[in-house]
């Protein structure tokens, strides 16, 4: 498990362990994020095979994919539950799904990407990292909503520069069970600036709080979580 991580210099396993103790982040990691820098090491290390193939991301640089993605993608640690039943739709190179699995371990993750190219990358680091409670489905998020085993079975539904929110909030909501919520990022300059418009969005799921957040280069944007009252949400 994890042979692919010392094909790395030391100088990553120190800039993983820097993003994993930021302050911005607010994490709270056992054994001072050792374990988690491991596995994140582990993702980049076969990112870094597969992204010269398929280009996963528009970034060479590990480091770079560290600080943008991976930075990213553990800013949602801060509204995710820790033993939540978790789908993250759209998930590409594993955004936001993987590097949440890495810190949060006890989450049980389903990721859905519909281009098989990157669900064999997805699968690839799911087996090289022995990942349990970890599954990745190639399907487009429509062709789920009526499936038993999706339909109505997360406690939460995770998106990453997918698509609109209003777009998020509707392929999300048929997923929840009831209680469930939805997070998603919004990114500066996408949409309309005016967040009250985004709190009242037209759905059945209702704003429920957000979270402030700044990226690793200082860039603010906003996590909105929007909470399921329990009724079916149609496509």
């Known amino acids: 498990m994890l042979t692919a991580v010392c094909q790395f210099p030391n100088i990553l396993k120190s800039e993983i362990l820097k993003i994993l103790n930021d302050p911005r982040l607010a994490l709270a990691l056992p054994d001072d994020g050792e374990s988690a820098a491991e596995r994140i090491a582990g993702y980049l290390a076969v990112w870094e095979k597969w992204n010269a193939k398929i280009g996963l991301t528009a970034e060479k640089d590990a480091i770079e994919v560290l600080r943008r993605h991976v930075f990213d993608s553990l800013q949602y640690?801060?509204?995710?539950?820790?033993?939540?039943?978790?789908?993250?739709?759209?998930?590409?190179?594993?955004?936001?799904?993987?590097p949440l699995k890495f810190v949060l371990p006890q989450i049980d993750l389903t990721l859905v990407e519909s281009r098989r190219k990157r669900c064999s990358f997805l699968e690839a680091v799911v087996g090289a990292l022995d990942s349990p409670k970890t599954e990745v489905f190639n399907s487009r998020v429509e062709d789920l909503v009526d499936d038993e085993e999706f339909r109505g079975r997360f406690d939460q539904v995770v998106f990453k520069a997918v698509a609109p929110l209003a777009q998020c909030l509707q392929w999300g909501a048929p997923f929840l069970k009831s209680g469930g919520e939805i997070i998603v990022k919004k990114e500066p300059g996408t949409e309309?600036?005016?967040l009250d418009e985004d709190r009242a969005a037209p759905t059945l799921l209702k704003w429920s709080q957000d979270f402030e957040l700044q990226s690793f280069y200082g860039v603010e944007s906003c996590l909105m979580v929007f909470k399921s009252p329990g009724q079916d949400c149609d496509l």
Do not use: M
């Open 192 to 194: 309309t600036p005016d």
């Open 77 to 98: 640690a801060r509204a995710v539950l820790p033993d939540g039943k978790i789908l993250d739709i759209g998930s590409g190179a594993g955004f936001p799904g993987l």
